[in-house]
């Protein structure tokens, strides 16, 4: 039927815009990694920063334009893992954690193999999960505390020889790798439609919060992802207690 084969044309097609901004996301977290391997952390933790923002345009430019493919699926996997899971734990250690011997990069890698579960589970649990919120911190999140750690502690000067620096660098690396394989429900925001009015106190929120940023971003940025990624146990311990609160209720009710 002519229709179901324009729709396996589809799958199979590629298309040049969302996968330029892929390629822009994948770029930026190869730079990071030349970046700190230059001793630029500043700079390769912006790079990071930038990556998640070309992986949010991506997809959402892919689904504006209806040029969605099985093809930008697998590349945007591919690039996420660079960009959000090689490229934070290689900045990170190189930065802070090689001189905790073995414990440095055991950790680099346990963010790296959570970055990999934490896509792999979302690929496969696409379509049966809520989607208002994800399954576990997303790894561009996670990225962004170990990027906004390193960004605040070089733009403040905090000197990297101090043992505590190195050990909160270990803790912050291991807690985002584990956090990307919990069950914890951080929201998604894919309910916000960019084609969806907003009222004008909607855009004022928006402005705001630019010049909030750019206040001084590098204590913004980090104090913001770190909220979110304290968010989705308080979604969980909620949703226990009500789970709870119900069992309660009908025990009384029988």
């Known amino acids: ?17 969302p996968n330029a901004f892929t390629t822009a996301n994948l770029f930026a977290g190869f730079y990071a990694v030349v970046q700190a391997m230059n001793g630029r952390f500043e700079v390769a933790a912006i790079a990071i920063f930038l990556a998640m923002v070309f992986d ?16 930008g699926e697998q590349y945007d996997s591919m ?27 055991l950790a680099a890698f346990v963010f790296v193999a959570g970055a990999a579960l934490r896509l792999a589970r979302f690929n496969t649990n696409i379509a049966v999960v809520d989607k208002r919120f994800f399954q576990g911190l997303p790894s561009p999140a996670a990225a962004a505390l170990i990027a906004g750690f ?6 403040n000067k905090l000197p990297i020889s101090t043992s505590m620096l190195q050990w909160s660098a270990f803790a912050l690396t291991i807690y985002a790798g584990v956090a990307m394989v919990s069950n914890a429900p ?3 925001g894919k309910s916000f439609a960019l084609g969806k009015s907003v009222p004008f106190w909607g855009m004022l929120l ?33 949703r226990w207690h009500r789970a709870r609160r119900l069992i309660e209720q009908r025990r009384e009710d029988i």
């Open 1 to 17: 039927m002519p229709g179901r084969n324009t729709d396996e044309l589809r799958r199979r097609s590629i298309y040049l815009l």
């Open 56 to 71: 949010g345009m991506d997809g959402r430019v892919a689904r504006l334009t209806n040029t969605q493919s099985a093809f």
């Open 79 to 105: 690039a996420d893992l660079t960009s959000f899971g090689v490229a934070p734990a290689l900045v990170m250690y190189v930065w802070a954690l090689q001189d905790l011997g073995r414990w440095g990069w």
């Open 150 to 155: 390193v960004w605040l502690s070089v733009d």
């Open 186 to 188: 951080f929201y998604s």
């Open 206 to 238: 928006l402005v705001l919060l630019f010049v909030f940023v750019s206040s001084d971003p590098p204590v913004v940025l980090f104090g913001l992802f770190v909220l979110y990624g304290l968010s989705g146990w308080v979604v969980m311990a909620w």
